[in-house]
């Protein structure tokens, strides 16, 4: 049964470990414990969608081990379906994570099956009833950009988180529903947020922090006020968390300023808990007065 939201992109293990300071090389450093969390932005965005009642898939791949399976069963708990998640010869992608008492990340990726997420899987998918494909990277580009062309052939919606900024062709630009960077990505695609739509995408959405976004349409920018949170707890995966519950509404039928509006309250919840997707509210907590 296909999904009204697709979302295309990595799973990961982050391994997180706190550390008095980082290692030089040739040098040994004792941390604190492991904790294993799930990450990625590919299963951050579809479980992000997931809480605020999207009905969403995941497209993607993991490990045959241990980690793919933990990964597995925690998107599942999210309420993510995982049939399009295949199970690669490669191992569960791993983001090994030190923290310093600074609070400062130092992350190595080690891509493993995300890497293997490929354009026969897209061939292989149904936009039968699908209403947006929502594509992140770490996987591979070439996949990516045959998703968007398939997807928007089959008149799907399409929204592409560009982060980091990557090469694309000019034609994948031009299928673009919406772009989502976040100000420092903007930055580098154009001089000005208004320029973003002279690349191709039909709009653009500037993430900008505490203050909010930018909606950047044919018709003029609208900006969106960021929601005042009482206490920044940890601002990882705010990013995927918007671009989750954006594109959960546009699945919904939401206009773009709409879904980016109900998308800011979103990304503030976020951040007011500890880690990317355990931090992601539900849709009842998104209504809350507080919200
Ligand atoms: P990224 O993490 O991808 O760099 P941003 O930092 O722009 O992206 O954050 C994404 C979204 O999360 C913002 O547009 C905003 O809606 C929300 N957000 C981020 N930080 C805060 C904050 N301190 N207070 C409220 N909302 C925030």
């Known amino acids: 049964m296909t999904k009204p939201l697709?979302?295309?992109?990595?799973?990961?293990?982050?391994?997180?470990?706190?550390v008095g300071r980082r290692p030089g090389g040739g040098e040994t450093v004792l941390g604190g414990d492991t904790v294993v969390l799930p990450g990625g932005k590919g299963a951050n965005t579809a479980v992000a969608a997931a809480r605020v009642g999207a009905s969403v898939a995941l497209v993607g791949a993991l490990g045959d081990d241990g980690y793919g399976s933990l990964l597995r069963s925690s998107l599942e708990d999210s309420g993510v379906d995982t049939a399009l998640v295949k199970t690669s010869q490669r191992p569960t992608g791993i983001a090994y994570i030190t923290v310093t008492p600074d609070g400062e990340n130092s992350i190595v990726v080690s891509p493993g099956a995300n890497a293997d997420v490929a354009e026969s899987d897209v061939d292989a998918l149904s936009f039968d009833g699908v209403q947006v494909l929502t594509c992140s990277l770490e996987v591979p580009l070439e996949t990516v950009i045959h998703a968007i062309d398939a997807a928007s052939k089959a008149g799907v919606k399409t929204v592409l988180n560009l982060s980091p900024v990557a090469e694309l062709p000019a034609e994948t630009l031009k299928q673009l529903t919406t772009l989502i960077v976040n100000e420092h990505e903007a930055a580098q695609l154009a001089s000005d947020?208004?320029?973003?739509?002279?690349?191709?995408?039909?709009?653009?959405?500037?993430?900008?922090?505490?203050?909010?976004?930018?909606?950047?349409l044919p018709a003029g920018v609208k900006e969106i006020p960021g929601v005042k949170v009482d206490k920044v707890v940890d601002t990882t995966g705010a990013g995927d968390a918007f671009a989750?519950?954006?594109?959960?509404?546009?699945?919904?039928?939401?206009?773009?300023?709409?879904?980016?509006?109900?998308?800011?309250?979103?990304?503030?919840?976020?951040?007011?808990?500890?880690?990317?997707?355990?931090?992601?509210?539900?849709?009842?907590?998104?209504?809350?007065?507080?919200?």
């Open 6 to 18: 697709l979302v295309l992109g990595s799973a990961n293990a982050d391994l997180v470990v706190e």
């Open 193 to 216: 947020w208004r320029h973003l739509l002279r690349l191709g995408p039909h709009t653009a959405i500037v993430t900008l922090g505490e203050r909010g976004v930018a909606v950047v």
């Open 244 to 291: 989750g519950a954006f594109s959960a509404r546009l699945a919904e039928g939401d206009r773009v300023v709409v879904a980016a509006e109900y998308a800011v309250k979103v990304a503030a919840l976020s951040v007011t808990k500890a880690g990317a997707q355990p931090s992601y509210p539900t849709a009842a907590e998104v209504s809350s007065p507080v919200a």
